[in-house]
């Protein structure tokens, strides 16, 4: 997924990279396949791959557990993770207000 523009994030750096969701549905039947039900997305954001939500419903025996910074959330994002029940977020941060606003930008934290 790599849409990364913070320093710390280790995507850092990379540019134009996107896994093709075609390649991701693979990845996710193959593993379903071998008994595999857990899935780690991370880097760069999450939440900016345009195909995750659909690539989530799709997939409703894997849990995806999601990296993400948070800012992009939203009311109707939570609500729809609870109704699909298969999401468990993980939040990114940099420490306390200082460094996650250093980091993030003035006013995130």
Do not use: H
Not at 30 to 54: C, H
Not at 70 to 98: P, Q, R, Y
Request: aromatic share 12%; charged share 20%.
């Amino acid at each position: 997924m790599l849409i990364c523009t913070a320093t710390t994030c280790y995507a850092s750096g990379r540019k134009d990279v996107e896994l093709p969701p075609e390649v991701f549905r693979k990845i996710l039947v193959e593993q379903e396949g071998l008994g595999v039900y857990t899935v780690m997305i991370s880097g760069g954001e999450p939440f900016l791959y345009p195909y995750l939500w659909e690539i989530m419903r799709e997939f409703p025996n894997t849990t995806f557990s999601v990296a993400t910074n948070g800012t992009l959330l939203n009311k109707e994002m939570v609500d729809e993770m609870a109704n699909l029940g298969n999401i468990c977020l993980v939040f990114s941060i940099e420490g306390f207000e200082e460094e996650t606003d250093a980091v993030r930008g003035k006013g995130v934290f």
